[in-house]
T-cell receptor
């Protein structure tokens, strides 16, 4: 099973709301990633967790807060977002991270009003 | 940091023709080069990858070639089918933790 699941599929939120995106994998992977993808653009890396520890933060604004409760789960907490944060948020995982296939989930399409 | 350029941005072919997409990268330390296919409403899916100790890799109708000296790699799809229509992204990686730098993408359309 090479599936990464993400919930919700769609999310609409106001600029004062707090919401969370969830990602789950059961492949035993120890590296998990959050990407942001705007329309007609490539995915942009936001965060990398390796063995449940944050290893890369690509200078993402603090209104995005990642969390890795265990090796199978990855959350992205959202607070006080701006309309320009509207995008497809993709989660991915890989075995350990080093030069390996990253398996992507279907993404959460976020609209900030 | 790494910079990956991808060409062409759009590619239109007839069913049965071949399609070639090219990427160049800037960081000579990069040593892992995956290709992803993204269909509408879905996440990117790996279709083939190559590592720097290999010059060419083939999987049925799909092949990738790598020229480390020139710092470019290419995706070749033969006998294209309408279901090959999608956005294709190349990427490069040289670091631990699997940081990928993507090209800008190629919209491939295969006409029946």
């Amino acid at each position: 099973d090479t599936e990464v699941t993400q919930t919700p599929k769609h999310l609409v939120m106001g600029m004062t709301n707090k919401k969370s995106l969830k990602c789950e994998q059961h492949m035993g992977h120890r590296a998990m990633y959050w990407y942001k993808q705007k329309a007609k653009k490539p995915p942009e890396l936001m965060f990398v967790y390796s063995y449940e520890k944050l290893s890369i933060n690509e200078s993402v604004p603090s209104r995005f807060s990642p969390e890795c409760p265990n090796s199978s789960l990855l959350n992205l907490h959202l607070h006080a977002l701006q309309p320009e944060d509207s995008a497809l948020y993709l989660c991915a995982s890989s075995h350990t991270g080093d030069l390996e296939t990253q398996y992507f989930g279907p993404g959460t399409r976020l609209l900030v009003l | 940091g790494e910079n990956v350029e991808q060409h062409p941005s759009t590619l239109s072919v007839q069913e049965g023709d071949s399609a070639v997409i090219k990427c160049t990268y800037s960081d000579s330390a990069s040593n892992y080069f995956p290709w992803y296919k993204q269909e509408l409403g879905k996440g990117p899916q790996l279709i083939i990858d190559i590592r720097s100790n290999v010059g060419e890799k083939k999987d049925q109708r799909i092949a990738v070639t790598l020229n480390k000296t020139a710092k470019h790699f290419s995706l070749h799809i033969t006998e294209t089918q309408p279901e090959d229509s999608a956005v294709y992204f190349c990427a490069a990686s040289q670091s631990s933790y699997g940081k990928l730098t993507f090209g800008q993408g190629t919209i491939l359309t295969v006409h029946p």
